[in-house]
């Protein structure tokens, strides 16, 4: 009987354990929430993603905005603000990845909560119930009715909507983040940034198909990455947050491989002070996607750039 009842027992703790990591599935994958929003990008296969991701001289620009774009009343890392600009024209979302207590990945720049939310301590102390009662803040520190999104809902959500750059903060292990991008089937609209080419390599390694953010502010830095044995249509290359060098960016479009420039800051600045078409010179110049805290204000510019040459692309809707 007392076996019987240590089993019974046993059983029971299973069984509640079961649902609670099921409920804990559905709830950080759940969508509903989130506003419908046409899509923009026409990725039927992960080889159309290498194809529009390869410079051509027909390379439609793009906007990527940092950490998804932020603004009054519209916080960073979250997905009713990716959902304001998508809606508005193709953009990819750069945005970062970090790790609950409970290993539920977020959504959010900081390691610390109160800057973007009315949280205090670190994100990694913290259960995933706990960071989901908490609230954002937006670009002027105000408390909106928007909670912390977890990666996975974010990837559901963008499949045709955004393009991602994933930014994989410290101490979150690249294999958690590809296996989510593998579980939503999102390896035709994701990115994962790095920062080395150690980096890169050990994420070409773990997903040979995934896409792959560089640093290259040097010709000797693709060359690393060659030598490791990345295949140039895995590779964007992010030049950096000041004007590259023209022999640069040719050496890149021999390579078929896009730029990535970022214009916060300074360059973000100097468009505000010269006027937005500032972002279309950037693009002349060589850069193929603008990284801008000034997501509204590029897209006019590239908007009209793009009409001005009549640049079409069968991936854009």
Same mark, same amino acid.
């Given at each position: ?23 804990? %599935? ?100 913290? @259960?995933?119930? %706990?960071?989901? $009662? ?5 670009? %002027? ?91 140039? $249509? ?28 970022? @214009? ?32 509204? %204000? ?11 040459? $009549? ?7």
């Amino acid at each position: 009987m007392k076996y019987k009842k240590t089993f019974h027992l046993l059983g029971i703790l299973i069984t509640a354990l079961f649902f609670q990591s099921c409920f804990l %599935e559905n709830k950080t994958g759940a969508t509903d929430q989130f506003p419908k929003v046409s899509p923009n990008f026409n990725f039927q296969t992960v080889e159309d993603f290498y194809q529009f991701l390869t410079y051509s001289d027909e390379s439609y620009p793009l906007i990527s905005a940092h950490r998804g774009g932020f603004m009054k009343d519209y916080p960073e890392n979250c997905i009713h603000t990716f959902a304001k600009l998508a809606s508005k024209m193709p953009i990819i979302i750069e945005c970062d990845v970090r790790m609950s207590k409970d290993s539920v990945l977020v959504l959010m720049h900081d390691e610390t909560l109160q800057r973007t939310s009315t949280g205090k301590g670190k994100v990694k102390d913290k @259960t995933y119930d %706990e960071l989901s $009662n908490l609230f954002l803040k937006d670009s %002027e520190g105000q408390e909106t009715r928007y909670r912390i999104p977890t990666l996975e809902q974010a990837l559901l959500w963008g499949k045709g909507i955004v393009i991602y750059t994933l930014d994989v903060k410290q101490h979150v292990p690249y294999d958690l983040v590809i296996n989510l991008i593998k579980k939503t089937k999102s390896e035709s609209n994701s990115i994962i940034i790095t920062y080395s080419a150690n980096q890169a390599a050990l994420v070409n390694r773990l997903a040979p198909d995934l896409m792959i953010s560089a640093s290259i502010k040097k010709v000797d830095d693709l060359n690393r990455l060659n030598n490791l044995g990345i295949p140039d $249509n895995r590779l964007v290359a992010f030049v950096g947050t000041t004007e590259a060098d023209s022999t640069l960016y040719s050496t890149l479009r021999q390579h078929g491989i896009k730029s990535i420039l970022g @214009t916060i800051g300074n360059l973000d600045r100097s468009a505000e002070r010269a006027g937005y078409q500032r972002y279309a010179e950037f693009v002349e110049k060589g850069a193929d996607i603008l990284s801008t805290d000034r997501p509204f %204000e590029a897209m006019k510019a590239l908007t009209f750039y793009i009409d001005k040459r $009549n640049i079409r692309s069968p991936f854009i809707l």
